[in-house]
């Protein structure tokens, strides 16, 4: 998943290039959302109502399978079965695509920074649409009795993007 994500992100960075001239620039538009995405760092809404951290940003210990190292780009946030996944923040959804086993996945676009949303069931927005703060993008695939939301928060430069931890957008 890690690996997909990463190859999409890189792509939406290529393609931007692209357009620019080789160049990776904000328009004015975007360095003001980027501004805006920063000035909200902890005070973001939770992409679901209301759940616990299940599993946090970094390399970590496998939670069942002895010896092997994790290495989670975002959170996971587990959730009541048949709920909602919203966006944290307002922006322009850039990808929408299927991973096995991750169900639907969202990328939105804010200025220098994307938000990632995976294991959506079924997705409400589609490439191109604009979302606002706690729009719905979808509902989470269930696991058992419940859901679990996955979020990933990346910065862009021109030289590629840096998953960030979620935690610390999102308000405790």
Same mark, same amino acid.
């Given at each position: 998943?890690?690996?997909?994500?990463? +190859?999409?992100? &890189?792509?939406?960075?290529?393609?931007? +290039?692209?357009?620019?001239?080789?160049?990776?620039?904000?328009?004015?538009? %975007?360095? =003001? =959302?980027? &501004?805006?995405?920063?000035?909200?760092?902890?005070?973001?809404?939770?992409? @679901? *109502?209301?759940?616990?951290?299940?599993?946090?940003?970094?390399?970590?210990?496998?939670?069942? *399978?002895?010896?092997?190292?994790?290495?989670?780009?975002?959170?996971?946030?587990?959730?009541?079965?048949?709920? $909602?996944?919203?966006? =944290?923040?307002?922006?322009? @959804?850039?990808?929408?695509?299927?991973?096995?086993?991750?169900?639907?996945?969202?990328?939105?676009?804010?200025?220098?920074?994307?938000? @990632?949303?995976?294991? *959506?069931?079924?997705?409400?927005? $589609?490439? %191109?649409?604009?979302?606002?703060?706690?729009?719905? *993008?979808?509902?989470?695939?269930?696991?058992?009795?419940?859901?679990?939301?996955?979020? &990933? @928060?990346?910065?862009?430069?021109?030289?590629?993007?840096?998953?960030?931890?979620? &935690?610390?957008?999102?308000? $405790?």
């Amino acid at each position: 998943i890690n690996r997909a994500i990463s +190859k999409i992100i &890189e792509a939406e960075l290529a393609a931007e +290039k692209n357009k620019n001239g080789g160049r990776f620039e904000l328009t004015p538009e %975007g360095k =003001i =959302i980027s &501004e805006n995405f920063e000035k909200n760092k902890g005070n973001l809404p939770w992409p @679901v *109502l209301r759940g616990v951290i299940t599993q946090k940003f970094g390399q970590q210990p496998h939670p069942t *399978l002895a010896g092997i190292i994790i290495d989670s780009k975002g959170i996971d946030i587990a959730t009541e079965s048949g709920s $909602k996944g919203y966006a =944290i923040f307002g922006g322009e @959804v850039t990808s929408v695509f299927s991973i096995p086993g991750a169900g639907q996945n969202v990328i939105i676009t804010h200025g220098a920074y994307k938000t @990632v949303y995976t294991n *959506l069931k079924t997705c409400q927005v $589609k490439k %191109g649409d604009i979302v606002s703060p706690k729009e719905t *993008l979808g509902v989470l695939l269930e696991d058992g009795s419940q859901a679990k939301a996955h979020i &990933e @928060v990346w910065k862009i430069t021109s030289k590629g993007g840096t998953p960030l931890n979620p &935690e610390y957008w999102i308000s $405790k």
